[in-house]
């Protein structure tokens, strides 16, 4: 019974680490495209009131949000990973992120990425631009695409954690992934 769960937790710790590095050396050679979620924030649904042009209505990163994605584009740089571009919805927590891991100056909000409405049409057309975002991209660094769970849910059909990042590419049926980085 010990051998069988000690086998069972060495899988199921290796398994992200494998697909980490995986991740890694996919992004070191540039020409990537990564959904990232944006880091920890509070909460888990919007105020009543949300309005994604202001941010006192939305759930905002907390510190140890901010302190997350400072951590992020850090590792990002001493990884060797070529930043080529940086879009984000423009929820505040998920321009924080960007901006306070790649800079300010780096960051373009990216309607399509923000989460989806009650609007279906409007939703269907959000995800298209953002698949053709992704099939556009031809860049030799990497392009980063921030946004929260419930558009990478939709554009991957993959849950991520707060601040980890999918790399994606462009397929028939729409974004395919092809690897994984848990900064965690």
């Not at 937790?9 to 070191?28: D, K, S, Y």
């Not at 373009?108 to 939703?123: I, K, N, Q, S, V």
């Not at 053709?132 to 849950?159: C, P, Q, W, Y």
Request: hydrophobic letters at 45%; aromatic letters at 6%; glycine letters at 10%.
């Amino acid at each position: 019974m010990i051998r069988i769960f000690t086998t069972l937790a060495l899988i199921f710790f290796a398994l992200p680490v494998q697909a980490t590095e995986a991740g890694w050396a996919l992004l070191r050679g540039g020409g990537q495209v990564v959904l990232m979620r944006h880091a920890y924030a509070l909460g888990t649904i919007e105020p009543p009131n949300f309005d994604i042009e202001k941010c006192n209505t939305q759930r905002n990163l907390s510190e140890r949000g901010r302190n997350q994605a400072r951590r992020l584009g850090s590792l990002i740089a001493a990884r060797g990973a070529p930043v080529e571009r940086v879009l984000s919805s423009r929820l505040c927590r998920a321009l924080e992120t960007a901006r306070l891991a790649f800079g300010a100056d780096a960051v373009e909000a990216f309607a399509p990425l923000d989460p989806p409405g009650e609007d279906e049409t409007a939703t269907a057309e959000a995800l298209a631009a953002t698949v053709e975002a992704v099939h556009g991209f031809s860049g030799s660094g990497n392009m980063i695409m921030v946004a929260d769970l419930t558009v990478i849910k939709a554009l991957t059909g993959r849950a991520t954690r707060e601040g980890e990042a999918l790399i994606v590419a462009p397929d028939e049926t729409g974004l395919v992934v092809l690897g994984r980085i848990v900064f965690n």
